[in-house]
């Protein structure tokens, strides 16, 4: 079975990922809590630390030498006034949401070359739009996926480099969305884990000619306008 590597499998759309692909795949699970799944190989690791990361990437590579696809998923989020943010919050945001795609994309380029593989980063359509007190994030996603076309042009012809914008997905399983958010979105609800599953899936057999792409899966909201 071939080797998927998913940063934050241990909750929302990286459990979903893993739960589902694990059925084809051998999946590693990166992520600094622990949540056991039958057939997936958790790697402890604090993604907004450069040396732990390091460290957890050498010991990966000591257990597997083939990899065939990287999917960045991890991410943090907060959502605080301009006046009330800190560097120190927006340096660990991009650490962990920016800099640690860099370095897992970096280190596993070569086996990636070699599997003729795929590297999928999780992106938002925070990187096309924001709410106000989410610079952070919002900047962070938006160079993921400037990161994913850089990425694709330097691994090209080898490695395919895409990217998933997802919109709002409900990853809260004790939120039922209101007749309000469901109508917010041209399909007529909102999003689930598997919305994201799907767009993978069909990446990962995805044969060379899409690269370099961002593919944006919001139901439709961010092209239904809305006047107040």
């Known amino acids: 079975m071939k080797t998927i590597i998913i940063t934050g499998a241990s909750n929302g759309i990286g459990k979903a990922l893993a739960k589902k692909l694990r059925k084809k795949y051998q999946i590693i699970n990166i992520d600094i809590i622990e949540k056991k799944m039958d057939r997936v190989k958790f790697y402890k690791c604090d993604l907004s630390s450069k040396e732990q990361l390091l460290k957890t990437i050498e010991k990966i ?109 409900n990853t809260d399983v004790n939120y039922k969305p209101t007749t309000s958010d469901n109508e917010q979105h041209l399909s007529g609800r909102v999003g689930i884990p598997f919305d994201i599953v799907d767009v993978v899936k069909f990446l990962l057999k995805n044969r060379g000619f899409i690269t370099g792409e961002n593919i944006v899966v919001d139901g439709g909201m961010t092209k239904k306008m809305i006047y107040v």
């Open 61 to 169: 590579k000591k257990d597997r030498n083939k990899i065939y696809a990287l999917i960045n998923n991890a991410a943090i989020f907060n959502h605080i006034s301009l006046e009330e943010q800190t560097i120190e919050e927006w340096e660990k945001i991009i650490s962990v949401n920016l800099t640690a795609p860099y370095i897992l994309s970096k280190e596993f380029a070569p086996l990636l070359k070699e599997s003729k593989g795929h590297i999928i980063n999780i992106s938002s359509t925070r990187a096309l739009m924001s709410e106000s007190g989410t610079e952070a994030y919002s900047s962070s996603k938006g160079a993921i996926s400037s990161l994913t076309h850089a990425l694709a042009v330097s691994l090209a012809p080898n490695v395919k480099v895409n990217s998933i914008s997802p919109g709002w997905i």
